[in-house]
Structures are given as structure tokens and as C-alpha cells.
């Protein structure tokens, strides 16, 4: 099969096309011709570092869609159309076939296409477990969604408004019209913006009763101010400083959200409701409700470029390479 090669780690801007050896599943697999892959910056951000468990050449992407080609020991049946959030200590998706754990893959609705699919997994996963698996999202009227142009925060923006939410979100000035467009009610410049005064003049002292934080450790440390009492934050990208407030005040809650633990962990029913999470967003986007924020489309060959845009952080929305036609 043709595949787009990682032959050593940090070596990821100059991945090629070639021939590589096509996966053999195990037990608990299904084989998936891959019709579409998502980027994401996890991609990089691994391959920069490596992983342990790789064997090199690598095969990099989490984010697949295609149809089933064996479906082993599964209930899928071949030509089943399906997605699935890969396990990223294993070969993945940037290949013309790849192996998947069947318990964590979702069966793709006709209305949905391939591309729309494969935009959902890592970072729509990541936001709905963030939303609905994390917070008491029940208890929660607002919520301060950080780099909303991006695309966890695009996804739990419209994820956030769905069930009813007050939201607030932070985004370069140029794309405050594309993050409102989302459903953010309020969009703050972080660059020039006080983003604390402003949260907490619009909350009327109070502050939001939760943040998720797609940032960074320092971001979602100086966030913690932006907490109303007994309020939650929920962070991916490094947790905050948990000595800023101190115990007997704020009561503030912490929440990781990590959602590749679901297989390193080993956990069989944390994989499994990967599947169930991307049903219900597979659903929604079916019925028109949630956007799969696809900004563009490119090739297989195109993707190590696409990368290096990702890496400079200043794509809004999803990247998807088309892989079959």
C-alpha cells in the first residue's frame, strides 16, 4: 500500500509517499481502506519526540474514515462506511489501510461524508468529553472557551451553545467573525485585549463557571481568576498552577482531559464510549447542527506541508487529506 513514511523522529516535515507493508489486525481489529485522514497538531507534536512504541517507518494520523475492507471478529461488515480515534502509539491513518480496535469505531450516516467524518475524532472527541463527559455540564450556564478559532475550541463552542450555554471565547481579532459565526456570544482579542477584566465586567464581577483550556500550563493558570465560586476548569494542554488559589476560597474544581488515555490506560469501556461519543457528534452533524469546520482539503502528499501551517498555529478549522477518491 502507498503510505506517508515517518523514518525517524523530528523528521516529520520531510515525510514522503512510498510503498510500506499494509497492517495485519489482531484479535480485537478491523481492517479500514482509508478514504480521508485528519490533521491535527498531536500529529507533530508526537512525531517531533517519537513514541516508545513506534517502530520506524511510522505512520502517523489518528483521525480515519473509510470503509471497513475485514471486518475480523467484529459485528462490522465489509464495505460498512466508519470513522474511528486512533490509538497513537500505533501505525495510523496517513496510509491507503489501517488497523483499527473495533470497540472504538463509529458507523458514518449516508448524509455524512468521508471528510466530514474524519474532521470529528481528536479534536471534536476531545471537546465533547470535555463538555459532556468532564464538567457537570447541567450545572454550568457559562462557559469561557479559549482559542475558539482552533479546533477543539470550534467544536465545543457549538457543542456549548447546543445545550444552551452562555459562551465566551478568545481568538485573534480576524477571526472573531468566523468564531461568533460558531456561536460564541463574546469573542475577546487576546492579543489586546484584558481578558480577565473583560470576562469579569461581562459576568458582572462574578466570573464563568467553567473554562476549558486548549492554550497552555501558563494559560490556564492565569484562567483560574476568571472562575466564579465553585467553578470548573477543564484543561488539554497543561494543567494550571494548582497553588495559585488557595484552599477554603474558590473551591475551584480540575479537570484533565486526555483523550488518548482511553488506550493506555487499557481501559476496554473508555474506549468503547469513543464510539459512543462519535455517534452522537456523527448525529449531529447528520441533522445540520454541528459544523464540521473543514477549511480545506488537500492529498496525502500535501499533508507534511499542511503540518508546518498547523505547527505555526494559524489554521482555524480542520485540515483533511483526501486518501481515495
Given at each position: 500500500?502507498k503510505?506517508l513514511?515517518?523514518?525517524?523522529?523530528n523528521?516529520?516535515?520531510?515525510?514522503?509517499?512510498?510503498?510500506?507493508?499494509?497492517?495485519?489486525?489482531?484479535?480485537?481489529?478491523?481492517?479500514?481502506?482509508?478514504?480521508?485522514?485528519?490533521?491535527?497538531?498531536?500529529?507533530?507534536?508526537?512525531?517531533?519526540?517519537?513514541?516508545?512504541?513506534w517502530?520506524?517507518?511510522h505512520?502517523?494520523?489518528?483521525?480515519?474514515?473509510?470503509?471497513?475492507?475485514?471486518?475480523?471478529?467484529?459485528?462490522?461488515?465489509?464495505?460498512?462506511?466508519?470513522?474511528?480515534?486512533?490509538?497513537?502509539?500505533?501505525?495510523?491513518?496517513?496510509?491507503?489501510?489501517a488497523?483499527?480496535?473495533?470497540?472504538?469505531?463509529?458507523?458514518?450516516?449516508?448524509?455524512?461524508?468521508?471528510?466530514e467524518?474524519?474532521?470529528l475524532?481528536?479534536?471534536?472527541?476531545?471537546?465533547?468529553?470535555?463538555?459532556?463527559?468532564?464538567?457537570?455540564?447541567?450545572?454550568?450556564?457559562?462557559?469561557?472557551?479559549?482559542?475558539?478559532?482552533?479546533?477543539?475550541?470550534?467544536f465545543a463552542?457549538?457543542?456549548?451553545?447546543?445545550?444552551?450555554?452562555?459562551?465566551?471565547s478568545?481568538?485573534?481579532k480576524?477571526?472573531?467573525?468566523?468564531?461568533?459565526?460558531?456561536?460564541?456570544?463574546?469573542?475577546?482579542?487576546y492579543?489586546?485585549?484584558?481578558?480577565?477584566?473583560?470576562?469579569?465586567?461581562?459576568t458582572?464581577?462574578?466570573?464563568?463557571?467553567?473554562?476549558?483550556?486548549?492554550?497552555?500550563?501558563?494559560?490556564a493558570?492565569?484562567?483560574?481568576?476568571?472562575?466564579?465560586?465553585?467553578?470548573?476548569?477543564?484543561?488539554?494542554?497543561?494543567?494550571?498552577?494548582?497553588?495559585?488559589?488557595?484552599?477554603?476560597?474558590?473551591?475551584?474544581?480540575?479537570?484533565?482531559?486526555?483523550?488518548?488515555?482511553?488506550?493506555?490506560?487499557?481501559?476496554k469501556?473508555?474506549?468503547?464510549?469513543?464510539?459512543?461519543?462519535?455517534?452522537?457528534?456523527?448525529?449531529?452533524?447528520?441533522?445540520?447542527?454541528?459544523?464540521?469546520?473543514i477549511?480545506?482539503?488537500?492529498?496525502l502528499?500535501?499533508?507534511?506541508?499542511a503540518?508546518?501551517?498547523?505547527?505555526?498555529?494559524?489554521?482555524?478549522?480542520?485540515?483533511?487529506?483526501?486518501?481515495?477518491?
Amino acid at each position: 500500500m502507498k503510505a506517508l513514511l515517518l523514518k525517524e523522529k523530528n523528521q516529520w516535515q520531510n515525510m514522503k509517499v512510498e510503498e510500506a507493508r499494509g497492517p495485519s489486525i489482531q484479535e480485537d481489529e478491523i481492517l479500514v481502506e482509508v478514504h480521508a485522514a485528519g490533521l491535527n497538531p498531536v500529529d507533530y507534536k508526537t512525531a517531533t519526540n517519537g513514541n516508545p512504541n513506534w517502530k520506524y517507518p511510522h505512520i502517523l494520523g489518528l483521525d480515519v474514515a473509510g470503509t471497513v475492507a475485514d471486518p475480523g471478529n467484529s459485528s462490522f461488515k465489509k464495505g460498512d462506511r466508519v470513522v474511528y480515534h486512533g490509538d497513537l502509539t500505533k501505525k495510523g491513518g496517513y496510509a491507503e489501510f489501517a488497523a483499527a480496535k473495533a470497540d472504538a469505531v463509529s458507523l458514518i450516516p449516508d448524509r455524512v461524508s468521508f471528510e466530514e467524518a474524519a474532521a470529528l475524532p481528536t479534536a471534536g472527541y476531545t471537546a465533547y468529553q470535555a463538555l459532556h463527559r468532564k464538567l457537570p455540564f447541567d450545572q454550568i450556564s457559562t462557559i469561557l472557551i479559549h482559542a475558539g478559532a482552533g479546533g477543539v475550541g470550534g467544536f465545543a463552542i457549538q457543542l456549548a451553545k447546543l445545550a444552551g450555554k452562555t459562551v465566551f471565547s478568545t481568538a485573534s481579532k480576524h477571526n472573531h467573525e468566523y468564531v461568533k459565526l460558531l456561536g460564541a456570544d463574546y469573542v475577546l482579542d487576546y492579543r489586546e485585549q484584558d481578558v480577565k477584566a473583560e470576562i469579569l465586567m461581562l459576568t458582572n464581577g462574578k466570573g464563568v463557571d467553567a473554562v476549558l483550556d486548549t492554550v497552555s500550563r501558563q494559560n490556564a493558570t492565569d484562567s483560574l481568576d476568571m472562575l466564579a465560586f465553585m467553578g470548573h476548569i477543564a484543561y488539554i494542554a497543561g494543567a494550571p498552577d494548582f497553588t495559585k488559589i488557595p484552599g477554603f476560597t474558590k473551591v475551584v474544581s480540575y479537570h484533565e482531559v486526555a483523550l488518548a488515555a482511553a488506550y493506555t490506560a487499557n481501559d476496554k469501556d473508555a474506549v468503547k464510549d469513543l464510539s459512543v461519543i462519535g455517534s452522537d457528534m456523527l448525529r449531529l452533524c447528520a441533522e445540520g447542527k454541528l459544523n464540521p469546520m473543514i477549511a480545506e482539503t488537500i492529498t496525502l502528499d500535501e499533508v507534511p506541508e499542511a503540518l508546518i501551517r498547523l505547527s505555526d498555529r494559524h489554521v482555524k478549522g480542520k485540515i483533511i487529506a483526501k486518501i481515495k477518491n
